[in-house]
């Protein structure tokens, strides 16, 4: 099967060579893309034009409706998507809910948010300034639709949320999608656009998708698009410093790798509600997705006189994680995505050994089943303990994206809150404490580090929606080596796709303005 493209309301399959994607239990071929050949200026054009007026002539309450109906196109062919990410993504049936209800549920957020705004199409910042002597000349602040393209680049590891999240902000800002899912996990991407296009829920132009390498895609883009970007630092680059972006001043997000981390404070015990909770939580890291989640927990802050005791309940706990084909319910572990992220992963770990020591894991799980083995992409979970992580490099620089954590023992929290920091800049950070002071030296000096910041104490205990979850009222995205972007976050998603102007003007041409717009702050 050879996945196409949905470019100029027509889908349309490359004339190159394709690309295989494999299902990463077996390494067998399930299908192919390719997007050589395809006329991407066009599409772009086609998407300006067509989609961007279809959509800057509805309301943002008409958008809101818009995104409800694709997610309800979603939700009725919800059973087949799971399939399709357990075959192409290797996913369990958690790993699959997450990805797929995560993207339903954003867009059915996005449609909520919609809804709210109401009857208009544009939005304006609430105060004016009075800029005269008099009171007949003042500025405010209104935000309108870009009419210009929002080109999506995903990354692999969630190719329903990663596009819906991007493609719900965008529509309810008024401004056309052009998606584009990493290759190797394309086809969950691909039969939920198949599903939704071919619902005709949605005005031609609107969305449009690209399955491929999509090579010339950023020589197409103008000053009016913006490209939301995710994936690996390297790429991210490639992305921010393309001549063609550089110079037509497209607005560019990027949401790139990271190596997040978990503070246990220095006020928890071993065996209290706390320390079990961070427990839970470093166990959910080493098998969520097989760890293939950007927000991840990479590296764990524990009081060194507890460390031993973590490590041991972790360890007690991780026994229960069974590896193997997700077909069988039972399994808590499915493959990394191919082999080729299996040999990253586990040079990866190889880097992190000759700076901490493997607790258990750091391989390929014993006991798998030979045919399995053989071709599949598994990575056994994996915890590493480094002793003296202010000296360390490697296990705050690299990524091992699978299912690997590395516990850094500290002596005092000023020392967690600087080893923190070693990541260059992160996506999120969970802290689990009781003790006030802690929590407030930790967001001061941390949240400039951090795109997002989980605080547990005995009063959320369980009720936390997890460290790796990116939840579509908070922002998402990091500073630094994160990639400097952010997304979602409700409102402030618009962002990226519309321009705040200042306008200066009397008192009454601002009401008249004012009326035709939503009061809000982006
Ligand atoms: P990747 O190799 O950087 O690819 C990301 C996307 O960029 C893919 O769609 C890829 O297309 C495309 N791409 C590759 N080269 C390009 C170029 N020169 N110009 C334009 N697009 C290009 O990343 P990945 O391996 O898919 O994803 C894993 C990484 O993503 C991890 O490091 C993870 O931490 C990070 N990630 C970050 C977030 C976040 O929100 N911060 C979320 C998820 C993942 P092809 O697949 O067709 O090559």
């Not at 066009?42 to 989609?51: F, Y």
């Not at 909520?112 to 009075?130: C, F, I, K, N």
């Not at 493997?358 to 994996?382: D, K, M, N, S, Y």
Request: charge should be negative.
């Amino acid at each position: 099967m050879r996945l196409e493209s949905y470019l100029g309301g027509e889908w349309k399959a490359g004339n190159g060579e394709a690309r295989p994607l494999v299902n990463p239990v077996t390494g067998a071929k399930i299908a192919e893309a390719d997007s050589s050949g395809l006329d991407l200026q066009a599409a772009l054009d086609h998407a300006r034009v067509a989609g961007g007026a279809a959509l800057r002539n509805i309301t943002f309450a008409e958008r809101g409706a818009l995104l409800k109906s694709v997610a309800d196109v979603l939700a009725a062919n919800r059973d087949k998507y799971e399939q399709i990410a357990r075959e192409n993504s290797g996913n369990t049936k958690v790993d699959a809910a997450i990805d797929i209800d995560g993207g339903i549920g954003t867009l059915k957020y996005y449609a909520r948010l919609g809804g709210g705004l109401g009857e208009t199409h544009s939005l304006v910042e609430a105060g004016e300034d009075q800029l005269a002597r008099e009171p007949v000349f003042g500025a405010r602040h209104y935000w309108n639709s870009r009419p210009g393209v929002a080109v999506q680049i995903n990354a692999f590891n969630f190719p329903s949320w990663g596009m819906w999240e991007k493609i719900a902000a965008a529509t309810v800002a008024g401004v056309p999608s052009l998606a584009k899912p990493a290759t190797s996990t394309a086809m969950l991407s691909f039969e939920m656009m198949r599903d939704v296009i071919a619902a005709n829920v949605v005005p031609d132009g609107v969305f449009n998708f690209i399955c491929g390498s999509g090579e010339g895609l950023l020589d197409a883009a103008g000053p009016m698009d913006s490209i939301a970007f995710t994936g690996s630092a390297a790429t991210g680059f490639s992305v921010r410093s393309h001549a063609n972006v550089l110079r037509s001043g497209v607005r560019v997000n990027v949401e790139a790798d990271s190596i997040n981390g978990m503070i246990v404070g220095p006020d928890v015990g071993p065996g209290s509600p706390l320390f079990d909770l961070a427990v839970r939580e470093t166990v959910k890291a080493l098998s969520v997705k097989a760890g293939q989640v950007c927000t991840n927990i990479r590296r764990i802050f524990v009081p060194r006189s507890i460390s031993t005791q973590f490590c041991d309940a972790v360890a007690e706990s991780a026994k229960k994680l069974s590896v193997g084909d997700p077909a069988d319910e039972a399994i808590r572990v499915g493959p990394l995505v191919n082999r080729r992220q299996q040999e990253t992963a586990l040079e990866g770990i190889g880097k992190l050994s000759a700076e901490a020591r493997v607790l258990f894991g750091g391989g390929i799980p014993e006991g798998l089943p030979a045919a399995i083995r053989q071709g599949g992409a598994f990575v056994a979970p994996t915890l590493l303990l480094c002793d003296s992580p202010q000296e360390g490099k490697a296990v705050h620089e690299t990524e091992v994206f699978g299912p690997c954590s590395t516990v850094m023992p500290y002596e005092e929290i000023g020392g967690a809150i600087d080893l923190a920091t070693f990541g260059g800049g992160s996506l999120a950070l969970s802290l689990f404490t009781g003790d006030g002071q802690v929590e407030s030296k930790a967001v001061r000096h941390l949240g400039p580090w951090h795109g997002r910041i989980m605080i547990v104490d005995e009063t959320v205990g369980r009720n936390h929606t997890g460290h790796a979850i990116v939840m579509p009222q908070c922002v998402h995205g990091g500073p630094g080596r994160a990639g400097g972007g952010e997304e979602l976050g409700g409102l402030r998603g618009l962002r990226l796709h519309m321009q705040r102007t200042a306008v200066q003007t009397s008192p009454q041409a601002h009401a008249t303005l004012a009326s035709r717009t939503s009061e809000t702050a982006l």
